[in-house]
């Protein structure tokens, strides 16, 4: 059974009587709920566990906690909403050198004091492997709240930056690169009404654009993928397409967005403007399904290619 | 390294500028913030874990899910507030039967929709061992949170119902005995300025006394203890103290609270017309630290002996 599959079955039963609160539910980077007429709060929820998403032979326990928040703080930015507190549920080993999990705390506290969140509580229990389930809630105005389901037919597909840098750095190439949550980029992009739909990259461009598509009814093709270099130089010591080994590199965090084409060329130069680099288009959604890539001579279907979390 | 020393170290680490929302951090049954004038969200998030907390050998499964959002949906009644949605993270083994996920997610929505909660979201990670990590949301006006830190000298000691049952239906008796988180009671008790502080018994109340005397500044002694039939006949079978039983058996949920003495009798009585029992007067906060229990010809200490999680 695939994720989605499981992911299926599972809302298939959860089909209580939804709270009038919940606006946003399963399926989207973050769920969203209306604590009072002006203000919507969102919330996200990810785990990662020893041995799947990370190792600790060697490991720097201050970069697990780390990306543990990154990848949360990354889904909040998703909605256009701005993070508050975060909750950490940490599994520890019998065995666990208290001076590790310190660590761990480092790292998420590193990140915290940058996205200017605090930790609020959670909980720790003892676990086989160690794990560490991590939940941020945020706030956002109603109307700035992005999904993933709005991109129209001519859309602009839009990232926040280049690609595969963090698949480069798990594979040993810059492995001092760490991936950055786009949090001011997502509440930027999230005040703009000619941002119809937005989303993080953290399964792969390929994966995540193609949920996109899927999600807004239409499909997309790429004119380009912006690679990092980095991830260019790892791709081409493999002997793989740069373009194909970034599309289906995760966990880096740039923002996906479908924009608005004939203002495009205006907002990426304020993006730019207010961050130092523009906001890249990489091609157009389009009528039909699935995603293509432009090619010499043609275009190529791009695969998801990214990852189903529990093919790993 | 216990459970409470290990919080002390990373609380120690997590020093970074709290959000100013934040109003209530680490260290109560969940964290709070404000995220308008008029409004005030709490959160808690808790863990359980193939192996520590339930076995999966003839397992029903659907207890699994209904027990870790008992526990969840218990803290957030303990602040006095009314849930709203919950996330779940969940770690699946590689052999997992997805019908038994499945029925862990009956058992989930089981109580969701007792408790008019949504099920918003999450994630899904392979691991090697099961684990639920849930977070919970609720609300609550600002005047009516309780923090466990709020008991007085004089105060009476409360509880909403009779203890040990949940101990002893996992030791066998009385299997089909199913915890019931108090949320009524818990809001309806948030609503009253007469209840100084609540809590809820997860650890065992001579754990959880201990830390609400301990939190208020003061100690507390217990002229009884409401022992639960099923546990009165367990401990009896064992050859222990029915008492001593209860005050050490988690997963309870009943609510432990420090009410106001002119008003006990008044509030109790209220209670049971709204809820068909009586709040149960068990003793007295005094001057002091510790928590002791009256006995044949004195008082003896009653040392915490509930669960420190990371010593199972």
Redesign the interface.
């Known amino acids: 059974?695939t994720?989605d599959?499981?992911?299926a079955?599972?809302s298939a039963?959860?089909?209580?009587?939804?709270?009038k609160?919940?606006v946003?539910?399963?399926?989207?980077d973050?769920?969203a709920?209306r604590?009072?007429r002006?203000?919507l709060?969102v919330?996200?929820?990810?785990?990662?566990?020893e041995?799947?998403?990370f190792t600790t032979q060697g490991a720097a326990f201050d970069q697990i906690g780390y990306r543990a928040l990154a990848a949360n703080l990354s889904d909040i930015a998703a909605m256009g909403a701005r993070p508050?507190?975060a909750?950490?549920?940490l599994?520890?080993p019998a065995g666990a050198d208290?001076l590790d999990?310190?660590e761990i705390?480092?790292g998420?506290?590193r990140l915290?004091?940058r996205a200017?969140?605090?930790?609020?509580?959670?909980?720790?229990?003892?676990?086989?492997?160690l794990?560490l389930?991590i939940?941020v809630?945020g706030?956002v105005r109603p109307g700035n709240l992005k999904r993933r389901s709005g991109a129209r037919v001519d859309d602009v597909v839009a990232v926040t930056g280049e690609l595969g840098a963090s698949r480069a750095a798990l594979e040993g190439h810059d492995p001092a690169h760490t991936p950055v949550p786009r949090i001011a980029e997502g509440i930027w992009l999230g005040r703009s009404r000619n941002v119809h739909a937005l989303m993080d990259i953290s399964d792969g461009l390929s994966t995540d654009l193609a949920r996109m598509a899927a999600a807004s009814h239409c499909g997309a093709i790429l004119d380009e993928v912006p690679v990092a270099p980095s991830a260019n130089a790892r791709a081409r010591s493999l002997g793989e397409d740069p373009r194909r080994y970034a599309a289906a590199a995760g966990e880096d965090f740039e923002l996906l967005a479908a924009v608005e084409p004939r203002v495009f060329s205006y907002l990426s130069a304020r993006f730019a403007q207010r961050f130092g680099w523009p906001l890249l288009r990489i091609g157009t959604f389009r009528a039909g399904k699935g995603v293509a890539l432009k090619d010499t001579g043609g275009e190529v279907p791009l695969e998801p290619s990214g990852w189903d979390?529990?093919a790993?």
Do not use: N, Q
């Not at 946003?24 to 989207?28: A, N, R, T, Y």
């Not at 200017?116 to 492997?129: E, N, T, Y």
């Open positions: 059974m994720e599959e499981l992911i079955a599972f039963v959860l089909c209580g009587p939804d709270s609160k919940v946003l539910g399963i399926g989207d973050a769920a709920w604590p009072s002006s203000h709060s919330i996200s929820t990810d785990a990662l566990v041995g799947i998403h508050v507190l909750t950490i549920a599994g520890v208290p999990l310190v705390y480092r998420v506290d915290a004091r200017k969140i605090a930790i609020a509580g959670g909980d720790i229990v003892r676990s086989r492997d794990f389930s939940t809630v706030e979390h529990l790993r």
